[in-house]
């Protein structure tokens, strides 16, 4: 019997249960209505990222990944909606790797994903500045809800354990010569991380 490895099985598993759990069409539209309000969340905490959607307005960009898909459009207010089915999107944006795992490992590692891009070229330009400069700032979020000092902690938590995972990440692909990544002290009162 042949060895698996865990990136293979995870993938496969992946496969069996997406293909047994198609999830309803009404669910679907619910989770890319939530992604849609997230999206402008962060982007009304950003006008220059605002002042180019709009100059964008009416623009749809179609993202895939696998069975999954998603279509945005630009708003006159820079925001995003959902874009209608019947109108023929401006730019196609396709992730080509369709492993999970090689996608979170990726992630982890700060790579970004290949991505097969068809469409209007100036568009891209503006999703890829998006992309790169736009950023969710969740620990702000957290301290409207939890106050200052819990958001910070929890915030220099999540750091530390995306550091531990990126040097885990990092060590397996290197190789078993890769040194280990020393456990991160947590901070105490006071002190300041980041």
Known sequence: MATQSPASFFDQLFDKVGHALQPPPWLVEEMQRRLVLLLNHVLQQEPEAQARLKRQTGRMVEAHWRVFSVRLQATPAGLLELGSPAQQPDLTLTLTDES???????????????????GDVQLAAEVQWLVDHVRWDLEED?????????????GQGMRRVAEALRGFVGGRGAGAGAPPVPPVPPAGPGQAGG
């Not at 999970?100 to 068809?118: E, N």
Request: glycine share 6%; charged share 20%; proline share 9%.
């Open 142 to 154: 957290l301290s409207k809800v939890v106050g200052d000092a819990p958001a910070h902690a929890m």
């Open 100 to 118: 999970p795992w090689s996608l979170a490992q990726a992630a982890l590692r700060g790579d970004k994903p290949a991505v097969r891009i068809a």
